[in-house]
């Protein structure tokens, strides 16, 4: 999985649970903690979440300033989006990753790469 893949899914599963441990995201990405923590370091510059420091690793939410809702998609459809982009590769994968970036979250501040 290329790197904006992995910032990509990484920043689904905090909009969609808004808070989430550094070890959870790298066991369920399949990647290091030290990964992750890379992709966090880049993607809070541009991105509503704030990590937070603990003895195991902290975690990462999503800002409180960010409305509770989850967005105009359900779970379920979120999962079938992720599962048939998985699938893709080049120009359509592009293309299934900026319509999973404008529907998950408006308020981004960049789109994803």
Not at 66 to 85: A, E, R, V, Y
């Amino acid at each position: 999985m290329r790197a904006d893949e992995r910032r990509t899914r990484l920043w689904l599963i905090v909009f969609r649970r808004r808070e989430v441990t550094v070890a959870e995201l790298a066991e369920e990405l399949r990647v290091s903690v030290r990964t992750i923590k890379y992709d966090l370091a880049d993607m809070t510059h541009f991105y509503p979440i704030n990590t937070v420091r603990g003895r195991y690793g902290g975690c990462v939410k999503l800002q409180d300033c960010l409305p509770s809702t989850k967005g105009p998609l359900t779970d379920q459809q979120i999962d079938f989006l992720i599962d048939k982009w998985s699938e893709m590769q080049g120009e359509d994968a592009s293309t299934m990753a900026g319509i999973i970036s404008v529907l998950t979250l408006p308020y981004r501040v960049r789109p994803l790469q």
